[in-house]
């Protein structure tokens, strides 16, 4: 999908549950921009401010090839305290619905 925004900034996005580049970085989020680019699996950001290119990467262990199970938890647990105890949900009605627009449009 090739979403063009009224700034002219222009978006590709791809994505599907499973791809066969999962296990690189090519199944992770990367966003490119004039002047640097950045992306999870595994975490960077390149960048070119001010004329001086720089690379960040946040410190910590490697992370795996690819997202095991265990990482789904917090979203298992966050449903959960939304069902039991009426917490506010991160993604609301309206929140799916103008996903559902945008890819009823693609």
């Not at 095991?68 to 949900?89: G, L």
Request: contains cysteine; negative net charge.
């Amino acid at each position: 999908m090739l979403i063009e925004y009224d700034n002219g900034m222009t978006a590709e996005v791809e994505a599907a549950w499973h791809h066969v580049y999962s296990d690189s970085p090519h199944g992770a989020l990367e966003v490119f921009g004039i002047a640097g680019y950045a992306r999870t699996f595994p975490a960077e950001v390149r960048h070119s401010l001010g004329g001086v290119p720089g690379v960040y990467r946040p410190a910590g262990p490697a992370p795996a090839s690819h997202i095991s199970a265990p990482i789904y938890a917090s979203q298992i647990d966050r449903f959960v305290d939304c069902v039991v105890q009426d917490a506010p949900s991160a993604c609301d009605a309206l929140t799916g619905l103008i996903g559902m627009r945008v890819l009823e449009a693609a």
